[in-house]
């Protein structure tokens, strides 16, 4: 269930990709239905918010992909993910450990974009989507509802994750 939970909210980002990202195609099984990439306000969003949704979809990519060692690179050595309130590893641990679960577990997931908010300053950037994810098995498959948040900072070599928390639910 956390392989699907965590592969399934990891693939929808992939779709964004189609915009020209140097990683590999998105796999033919992943949609993504009326992305809302504005954040709450009213104004458009500034570029730092754009930076840290593309570096988002990039990470989710290389997930996808297999490419961990690009995922990787997305990443402050220090940062943590989190799925469904268990903390499961730093970057590191994830990625020579519960990530490579977690691409294979992507390829048969369908996943839509229900809603996504971000926003960024100079410093500091957070993503926060909301996904419906399906089973690829069949239209009877089970689906979750999928939230991710990852926090980002600012470094000396780009915007990096600092923090990945999944969480979902039936739906």
Do not use: C
Not at 17 to 42: D, E, I, K, M
């Amino acid at each position: 269930m956390r392989a699907f939970l965590l592969a399934s909210s990891l693939v929808l980002a992939t779709g964004a990709l189609a915009t020209g990202a140097a990683f590999a195609q998105t796999p033919a099984s992943v949609h993504v239905a009326s992305p809302n990439t504005a954040t709450q306000s009213s104004t458009a969003p500034s570029p730092a918010t754009h930076e840290v949704e593309q570096v988002v979809d990039l990470f989710m990519a290389a997930l996808v992909t297999g490419q961990l060692d690009a995922a990787r690179s997305l990443m402050t050595p220090d940062a943590v993910v989190v799925a469904n309130g268990q903390v499961f590893a730093t970057r590191d641990a994830y990625i020579d450990g519960a990530a490579k679960g977690d691409a294979a577990a992507l390829r048969t997931v369908q996943t839509d974009l229900v809603h996504r908010n971000a926003s960024a300053d100079d410093a500091m950037g957070w993503v926060m989507s909301e996904k419906r994810l399906r089973n690829a098995a069949g239209p009877q498959a089970a689906s979750q509802r999928v939230v991710e948040t990852m926090l980002l900072a600012r470094t000396a070599s780009g915007w990096k994750i600092t923090h990945v928390h999944w969480s979902g639910r039936a739906g």
